[in-house]
Structure formats: C-alpha cells, structure tokens
C-alpha cells in the first residue's frame, strides 16, 4: 500500500520567515496530494491540494509543488503569521477512496 | 452545504466498558465514511471506511468494529476497551468523485 513520509516532525520559524514541510510518497499510481491544518484540540482541514497534473498551485500565503519524478511534494508558507501555528499533515491517493496522511509537522511561530 | 455531526465531544471510559461513537452527515446522498483515530501527538490512523450502507472496510485489526446503518450514518463500536483505545477519534465524508475529505470535530476518548 501507499507509504508518506513527513519531515520535519517539529519546526520552528520567526514570524515574518518563510515554512517549508516536505513529503515523499512510494505509490507512483497517487495522483491527489492534500494538505491539512490541525489546531489543537480542533478537527483537520483542508487548506490546499494538488492533482498530479499540476506542478505547483498557490494560494495567497501558501503555495504547494510536486515532482512526480521523485515523488515528492512539499508545503511552503510565506509570511508567517501566529496563527500559522499548528500540525500540519500531508497526504496522497490513488483515487481509490482512501488518503494516507504523513505522520505531521508541529509547526511554531515565533513572535 | 453539508455538514458532519459527531457525538459525544469527550468520553471516559472504564477498560473492559462498551463503546459507540455515532457520526452523521447532511446535506449529501451516499457519501463515503470513514473512520480515523489519533493518538495523542501522533498522526492520523484510517481505521474503517464505508462506500454504501452495509459495506465497511476494515485497515486495522483490533477491538474495534463499525456499522453503516443508514446512508448518512456511522457508528464505531466496541464491546471491551482497552487501554490503548484511547485517543482522538475522527469521522470524515467524502465522494468518489472528489477525494476531499471533510472531518467532524473528533471525539476524545480516555480509557482508564
């Protein structure tokens, strides 16, 4: 079955900096990649996603890439702000119904 | 709009107690539902999923069981918790056609 794998586990940047969140995947058949935000305590949500026939999709702040070469995509958050602050958890699917989530990233701004 | 109702926000339980969390969605016909658990720090666990009434799909074997009683309806159950069922406990929909899942607000259970 699918595998992600997360990285890091824990971040830490000052606000204003700039968030990058990796993931890698090991079914080359996925082709839906969705980002969620978890606040503590709270429900996940969807804050972008990707299909694999798209290289990069941005919105506002947060922009999301894929390289389905190395099956890999990545997060990235510009202009972080407080309430960026919370565990992120990446995503893939094959289309079969099911998502497997990467383990997470807690991460922290720092005022 | 659809919306996902689960119930109750917290639970302690006793270990060897029964359990069933009940999750409802409105506002859409035949979705997908599923079930994750998500214990304290750690990621999210697909444990059961659901494409029709009657249909469950189990990723996990454990004390745990669940039913789809109804279109819009799922239930996870158990008959004796034990210590290492507690957690965070997530229902989500989505559809076929679209893998967006939408989750309900969790449930924090605690066997002790």
């Known amino acids: 079955g699918e595998n992600v794998e997360q990285h890091p586990s824990t971040l830490s940047v000052q606000e204003g900096d700039s968030a990058v969140i990796k993931c890698t995947y090991s079914d080359s058949a996925s082709n839906y990649f969705p980002w969620y935000k978890q606040e503590l305590g709270k429900r996940p949500q969807l804050i972008i996603d990707i299909r694999s026939n798209v290289g990069e999709k941005k919105d506002q702040r947060i922009a999301v890439t894929l390289n389905k070469t190395a099956k890999h995509f990545s997060l990235h958050i510009t202009e972080t702000q407080p309430e960026d602050s919370a565990v992120y958890f990446c995503a893939a699917s094959t289309g079969n119904e099911k998502l497997t989530f990467g383990t997470g990233t807690r991460l922290t701004i720092i005022p | 709009s659809q919306t996902i109702h689960q119930w109750p926000a917290t639970l302690v339980q006793p270990v060897g107690s029964p359990l069933s969390l009940e999750c409802t969605v409105e506002g859409t016909s035949n979705p997908n539902l599923y079930w994750y658990r998500q214990a304290a720090g750690r990621g999210l666990q697909l444990l059961f999923y659901s494409v029709g009434i009657g249909q469950i799909s189990s990723e996990v074997p454990q004390n745990l069981s669940a039913s789809r009683p109804q279109d819009r309806q799922f239930i996870l159950s158990s008959k004796k918790l034990l210590l290492s069922d507690s957690g965070f406990y997530l229902c989500?929909?989505?559809?076929?056609?679209?893998?967006?899942?939408?989750f309900g607000s969790g449930t924090q259970l605690s066997v002790l």
């Open positions: 989500a929909w989505g559809t076929t056609t679209n893998e967006k899942l939408f």
